[in-house]
């Protein structure tokens, strides 16, 4: 068993998803399970091996610093569940 | 000999101060997306389908900013990586579109780096760096337009920042207030930042802590977000304060972050971060490693003219100028920019560099901050500048008559040579003439010169200020003090 | 009316024998009839109406002009909605159109509707999505049968003649299994051949478009419009895009095939092992050289998919999170809650589970030994390609371990599940394309896929070793 009920609910806080005890009991089934198959790397030896990031072998494509002035505030905000006065708004933060 | 120390009630103690600055890219686009950087848009107005994080968008990096950074790196005096990574830092935030801040953790692209900073009575520090990368500013959140809402406005979202990190080398309010400036000069001479701290273009998060000298060092606390010299200072201040007296009482630091109220200047706990963060770095697969060849650094280097302290040994050596007169006079890039203009319009100014260096500290600065006028766009013109204070030295006019010429400059932008001629403002040297004016002077105050003779030494000051208002202020007030004893003692 | 390929419906269109409006028609009433099959997110006819008006401008030289599509609701569409299956993106009208799909439309494609999917393509049976499951068009009724995943609902449309074409991604398999379970022909180009720009983002290193069809030609005409250089997309490859549907070719002779033996897997029937034996005899009566490989790291594949894969999703799905677009929950006292709220109500069982998975990979202090460890498997995966690869030309594997199975069969295991891609998942890892075409049948005569296998950027390779097969059932 590699995770309890403690860590699940620690790790649900960070990606910011609520669940009830219901899921949070069997996704710990369920996790726990996956962590102990995924487990079976450790078989492998890969002291002298750099990880892999990314298939591409080119470098980094870069662009040219040109600016668009986009006036973009209807479309951006078209999508937006809650909009006002320009803004994007949510429930009020205190910092 | 460390005279940074503050007293407590009980022990003295040692600030220790590293500061993480962040520093906007001056670019034209943001970092990863081409919307523009334009400071005090519309809301949301200058917000690309990448700033605000539309399924599928994809970040493109600006060839500019990377270039931007390599400058400020080698004007830090800094290694250069040819490797270096962006990451994703994840975290949630309402002015955060992404859900991650895409910046750089393992793999900088600036490594180690120094720079020095310069005290009044001669000494000089260094102040290493630890690193700079590069990463993307977040929008922003206001929090007090609505009730019960807070408003996000995603312009900024996107835009580039350099974070430069200190190690903790910094020993009080003065030394960070200092370094900041020296920061700040470098990137305004290298033109990698327009170090406007009112826009936010520059801000600083402090890290602090005490300790008694000697000691281990002790917990710190991180302050966020201050956009002020003056505020970095009094956030410094206090906090030292409010860490010995906990120490002192016997109390413990708890590590932290906090907030400054500019208000009461005081610092306090933020709210909303106070569980502990768990921002799970890793290589952004939306992007490929950044590689930066040493022909592409030599280049940028070749690029770089002449940085805050190549100048400064510049005015000392040549000019003679104190190391801290310079250091003062080179900070900021525009005035020193307008002072080598100035010595350059005229041969014989270098050798009076102190009085144009007065000229432009004192009379300049008085007449430009009256108007709040920045000398970059100064109506008073260096090549004029420094042709009135020739016409100083060579005493056409007097230093008096000049600063009225000054006032006359800025409000007409004319020549000065224009103005004098114009109003007829050129010094009386003419012996004959300044004889004449005496003469009627003493003739006009026939009692003062009894007095005078029968020993009231301080009516000289009288003549002498009598005989320069009928002449306008113009007389050359050495010739006129000779004249003037000269006739007072034939009537003895 | 049936259509049997694009080359077929251009000459009906070109000599005038039917027009672009009753090709719409056609299709619009073969998608009406199978509407049980829950193929389509969205379908509307007004929308594929308007498309006909601008399509019967287009010149007949437009090489897909009126050729009916169907594109996995993965891809950001400007005329319809889209959802990725998941209700968070609930009422998402992108005002953007993606690179794929752009293309599409510029050559004069006629979208008939988006399709289903599992939710953000993480699943291999379509029934993931928030919108139901999609039915395999195979099944007999008392069965439903499961599409495959996540690309179901596109195998699917293409299955039930609902379209000649459809767009899919596949991350770890996600064209290649589904065609395979519903006896069409899918590929996955080379990582990075198509621009992810536009497609809602699951693993950002393994997402590659690709595209279903009815035969090997009409793929590789359906590819070689999509494919191409996107500067918007920095992982987009910077490639001359070959004429594959002009180069395809079934001279197989001297080439050589790959059989790797870490495919012989326990547990897959004789059936399967019985089409794969067919297909390298086949390719070795047209002349090709059949050589046995080893691809050690075979085993691995999976367990690192499913580290990889869920760590850059959890980071990619963080945007999703009420304040800018979609599904946001009522009723939050806190910025805190609403996101909590929103997440939790706004994802389906399978996105949490591997978003938590994710997070807890990326998590301080088992970064090094999940993540870290997963991407140098990852490399020694890779590395076995490229070994292989020096030795032959292409690889030949079964597509998937089984046929296609009865709707939540595999549900209650998710690692059951994960094994239906055992196949396809290595592949993804390394980048390389893979190809998979329907080849014989199971005892209930439900069709098997057979995967072929290249080097990067060798699509053409493939699609002819495809194509020579593909004349074993005409």
């Given at each position: 068993m590699k995770l309890d009920t403690n860590t699940i609910n620690k790790i649900a806080k960070l990606a910011r998803i609520k669940l009830s005890e219901q899921e949070s009991k069997d996704l710990l089934k369920d996790m726990n399970s996956i962590l102990d198959w995924v487990e079976q790397l450790n078989e492998v030896d890969t002291d002298k091996i750099e990880p892999l990031a990314n298939i591409s072998s080119s470098s980094l494509p870069k662009r040219k610093d040109q600016a668009e002035d986009i006036n973009s505030s209807d479309e951006i905000l078209q999508n937006s569940p809650d909009k006002l006065e320009g803004y994007f708004a949510v429930p009020k933060v205190v910092e | 000999?460390?005279?940074?120390?503050?007293?407590?009630?009980?022990?003295?103690?040692?600030?220790?101060?590293?500061?993480?600055?962040?520093?906007?890219?001056?670019?034209?686009?943001?970092?990863?997306?081409?919307?523009?950087?334009?400071?005090?848009?519309?809301?949301?107005?200058?917000?690309?389908?990448?700033?605000?994080?539309?399924?599928?968008?994809?970040?493109?990096?600006?060839?500019?900013?990377?270039?931007?950074?390599?400058?400020?790196?080698?004007?830090?005096?800094?290694?250069?990586?040819?490797?270096?990574?962006?990451?994703?830092?994840?975290?949630?935030?309402?002015?955060?579109?992404?859900?991650?801040?895409?910046?750089?953790?393992?793999?900088?692209?600036?490594?180690?780096?120094?720079?020095?900073?310069?005290?009044?009575?001669?000494?000089?520090?260094?102040?290493?760096?630890?690193?700079?990368?590069?990463?993307?500013?977040?929008?922003?959140?206001?929090?007090?337009?609505?009730?019960?809402?807070?408003?996000?406005?995603?312009?900024?979202?996107?835009?580039?920042?350099?974070?430069?990190?200190?190690?903790?080398?910094?020993?009080?309010?003065?030394?960070?207030?200092?370094?900041?400036?020296?920061?700040?000069?470098?990137?305004?001479?290298?033109?990698?930042?327009?170090?406007?701290?009112?826009?936010?273009?520059?801000?600083?998060?402090?890290?602090?802590?005490?300790?008694?000298?000697?000691?281990?060092?002790?917990?710190?606390?991180?302050?966020?977000?201050?956009?002020?010299?003056?505020?970095?200072?009094?956030a410094i201040h206090y906090e030292a304060k409010r860490q010995i007296e906990i120490l002192e009482e016997g109390g413990i630091i708890e590590q932290n972050t906090l907030l400054f109220n500019t208000s009461n200047g005081k610092t306090r706990p933020m709210r909303s971060k106070e569980e502990a963060h768990d921002y799970r770095y890793f290589p952004d697969p939306d992007l490929l490693p950044l590689e930066i060849s040493q022909t592409e650094i030599d280049k940028l280097k070749s690029s770089i003219t002449e940085l805050p302290d190549d100048r400064k040994k510049r005015y000392v050596d040549d000019y003679n100028l104190s190391n801290y007169d310079a250091s003062v006079l080179t900070s900021d890039?525009?005035?020193?920019?307008?002072?080598?203009?100035?010595?350059?319009?005229?041969?014989?100014?270098?050798?009076?560099?102190?009085?144009?260096?007065?000229?432009?500290?004192?009379?300049?600065?008085?007449?430009?901050?009256?108007?709040?006028?920045?000398?970059?766009?100064?109506?008073?013109?260096?090549?004029?500048?420094?042709?009135?204070?020739?016409?100083?030295?060579?005493?056409?006019?007097?230093?008096?008559?000049?600063?009225?010429?000054?006032?006359?400059?800025?409000?007409?932008?004319?020549?000065?040579?224009?103005?004098?001629?114009?109003?007829?403002?050129?010094?009386?040297?003419?012996?004959?003439?300044?004889?004449?004016?005496?003469?009627?002077?003493?003739?006009?105050?026939?009692?003062?010169?009894?007095?005078?003779?029968?020993?009231?030494?301080?009516?000289?000051?009288?003549?002498?200020?009598?005989?320069?208002?009928?002449?306008?202020?113009?007389?050359?007030?050495?010739?006129?003090?000779?004249?003037?004893?000269?006739?007072?003692?034939?009537?003895? | 009316m049936e259509f049997k390929s694009i080359s077929e419906l251009q000459s009906l269109l070109n000599d005038k024998k039917i027009s672009v409006k009753e090709i719409a028609d056609t299709y619009i009433k073969k998608i009406k009839e199978k509407k049980d099959l829950n193929i389509f997110i969205y379908f509307n006819e007004d929308k594929i109406y308007e498309q006909v008006k601008n399509i019967e401008n287009f010149s007949n030289e437009k090489k897909l002009k009126a050729i009916p599509i169907a594109v996995k609701d993965l891809f950001c569409t400007k005329n319809m909605p889209t959802t990725a299956a998941s209700k968070i993106l609930e009422n998402f009208h992108p005002t953007y159109e993606s690179f794929v799909t752009q293309r599409l439309v510029d050559m004069g494609a006629m979208f008939v509707g988006k399709t289903n999917l599992d939710e953000f393509a993480m699943g291999s049976a379509t029934n993931t999505s928030y919108f139901g499951n999609t039915i395999n068009p195979l099944s007999e009724k008392d069965i439903p049968l499961a599409p495959g995943g996540s690309s179901g609902g596109s195998a699917a449309a293409v299955a039930a003649d609902l379209c000649l074409g459809a767009t899919g991604t596949d991350t770890g398999g996600s064209i290649r299994q589904p065609a395979s379970l519903c006896g069409v022909v899918g590929i996955k180009p080379t990582y990075g051949l198509c621009s992810r720009w536009g497609i809602a983002a699951f693993a950002s290193s393994l997402d590659q478009a690709g595209v279903f069809s009815k035969n090997v030609t009409d793929s590789s005409i359906l590819l070689e419009e999509m494919a191409g250089y996107d500067q918007r997309d920095s992982t987009s490859s910077n490639v001359k895009i070959p004429n594959f549907s002009k180069e395809l070719n079934t001279d197989m002779s001297g080439k050589i095939i790959g059989v790797p033996k870490?495919?012989?897997?326990?547990?897959?029937?004789?059936?399967?092992?019985?089409?794969?034996?067919?297909?390298?005899?086949?390719?070795?009566?047209?002349?090709?050289?059949?050589?046995?490989?080893?691809?050690?790291?075979?085993?691995?594949?999976?367990?690192?998919?499913?580290?990889?894969?869920?760590?850059?999703?959890?980071?990619?799905?963080?945007?999703?999170?009420?304040?800018?677009?979609?599904?946001?929950?009522?009723?939050?006292?806190?910025?805190?809650?609403?996101?909590?709220?929103?997440?939790?109500?706004?994802?389906?069982?399978?996105?949490?589970?591997?978003?938590?998975?994710g997070t807890y990979v990326l998590s301080a202090g088992y970064y090094d030994a999940y993540y870290i460890k997963a991407q140098k498997v990852r490399k020694l995966i890779a590395n076995d390609f490229v070994n292989t690869f020096s030795e032959c030309d292409f690889i030949l594997t079964p597509t998937a371990p089984s046929a296609a199975f009865p709707l939540n069969e595999k549900q209650d295991d998710p690692i059951k599940m994960y094994l239906n891609d055992v196949f396809t998942v290595p592949a993804s890892l390394a980048g390389i394309p893979g190809i998979s075409i329907p080849y014989g049948s199971d005892k209930k005569g439900l069709p098997l896929g057979i995967q072929i296998l290249g080097k990067h950027y060798n699509e053409q390779e493939i699609f002819n070793a495809a194509f020579a097969l593909e004349k074993d059932y005409e």
């Open positions: - | 000999m460390n005279n940074n120390l503050i007293k407590g009630n009980k022990f003295e103690w040692e600030t220790i101060i590293g500061l993480e600055i962040h520093a906007q890219v001056k670019s034209k686009s943001k970092l990863f997306s081409n919307s523009s950087t334009a400071f005090g848009s519309k809301p949301n107005s200058q917000v690309s389908l990448v700033d605000a994080a539309m399924p599928g968008m994809l970040p493109v990096i600006n060839q500019y900013c990377i270039e931007q950074a390599v400058r400020t790196g080698i004007g830090l005096n800094a290694q250069i990586n040819n490797y270096s990574v962006f990451d994703r830092k994840n975290y949630f935030y309402a002015d955060l579109p992404q859900g991650y801040q895409i910046s750089q953790y393992k793999y900088p692209i600036v490594g180690k780096g120094k720079v020095t900073i310069d005290f009044k009575d001669g000494n000089s520090k260094d102040i290493r760096i630890v690193r700079l990368h590069l990463e993307q500013d977040a929008g922003k959140s206001l929090h007090d337009q609505n009730p019960t809402k807070t408003y996000v406005d995603l312009n900024r979202s996107g835009v580039a920042l350099m974070e430069i990190v200190s190690e903790p080398d910094i020993r009080s309010a003065e030394e960070a207030g200092l370094y900041i400036n020296k920061i700040r000069s470098i990137l305004m001479y290298l033109d990698t930042c327009d170090g406007n701290m009112q826009e936010g273009s520059l801000r600083a998060d402090v890290n602090i802590s005490v300790r008694k000298p000697g000691d281990e060092y002790g917990t710190r606390c991180e302050i966020k977000n201050l956009n002020s010299i003056k505020f970095i200072k009094q890039k525009h005035v020193s920019d307008y002072f080598d203009e100035v010595i350059n319009s005229d041969k014989s100014l270098k050798e009076s560099s102190k009085i144009v260096v007065n000229w432009i500290t004192s009379e300049l600065f008085s007449i430009l901050n009256e108007h709040n006028i920045e000398i970059k766009i100064s109506p008073i013109t260096p090549k004029y500048l420094g042709k009135l204070v020739k016409l100083i030295l060579e005493n056409v006019i007097s230093g008096k008559i000049a600063k009225d010429v000054l006032i006359d400059m800025y409000n007409t932008k004319k020549d000065p040579e224009t103005i004098i001629d114009q109003k007829g403002l050129k010094q009386l040297t003419n012996t004959s003439e300044i004889e004449n004016i005496v003469e009627e002077v003493l003739k006009e105050n026939q009692k003062m010169v009894e007095q005078y003779l029968s020993g009231k030494d301080k009516l000289l000051g009288f003549f002498v200020g009598e005989s320069m208002k009928k002449s306008k202020g113009k007389a050359n007030p050495k010739i006129l003090n000779e004249i003037l004893k000269n006739k007072l003692s034939k009537k003895n | 870490e495919y012989a897997v326990d547990g897959i029937s004789d059936e399967i092992n019985q089409v794969w034996e067919d297909a390298i005899k086949s390719l070795e009566k047209k002349g090709a050289i059949i050589k046995k490989i080893s691809l050690p790291h075979t085993k691995y594949a999976l367990p690192t998919y499913y580290i990889i894969a869920p760590a850059e999703a959890s980071s990619n799905l963080a945007r999703y999170d009420g304040v800018k677009y979609g599904f946001r929950a009522d009723d939050s006292n806190s910025l805190d809650e609403m996101y909590e709220l929103t997440r939790s109500e706004g994802f389906g069982k399978e996105v949490k589970r591997r978003i938590l998975i």
